[in-house]
């Protein structure tokens, strides 16, 4: 089990930025699948980005629709850590963002796919 570790989260208005990050406990690191998943008040809880481990340096990056051109997920893995800079946010945004982990290669979106999870921290974007 991987332990994660969730910081970043805030009070932003519409148009600002925040970055979180994420530490995750383990030595590949480099190697595991990282996710940033949110969920909304009465909402499910839906994907947001991915970085998968390709081979060598390569990594795979997928966003959802709706974040594309604003988000970017990133890592650094001298740190074991997991960034997702947002940017142009918007009120939707707002939600709970949770990291996830996935201790070996394989990009996915799904929830499912993934057995570690952060304790989320608190976006919320006003108007």
């Known amino acids: 089990q991987v332990q994660l570790v969730e910081s970043g989260g805030g009070l932003v208005q519409a148009g600002g930025s925040l970055r979180l990050s994420c530490v995750a406990s383990?030595?590949?690191?480099?190697?595991?699948?990282m996710g940033w998943f949110r969920q909304a008040p009465g909402k499910e809880r839906e994907f947001v980005a991915t970085?998968?481990?390709?081979?060598?340096?390569?990594?795979?990056?997928r966003y959802t629709d709706s974040v594309k051109g604003r988000f970017t997920i990133s890592r650094d893995n001298a740190k074991n850590t997991l960034y997702l800079q947002m940017n142009s946010l918007k009120p939707e945004d707002t939600a709970v963002y949770y990291c996830?982990?996935?201790?070996?290669?394989?990009?996915?979106?799904?929830?499912?796919?993934?057995?570690?999870w952060g304790q989320g921290t608190q976006v919320t974007v006003s108007s």
């Open positions: 996830a982990a996935r201790s070996f290669p394989g990009a996915t979106m799904s929830a499912a796919d993934f057995g570690s």
């Open positions: 383990g030595r590949t690191f480099s190697k595991y699948t």
């Open positions: 970085i998968s481990w390709i081979g060598g340096t390569t990594y795979s990056l």
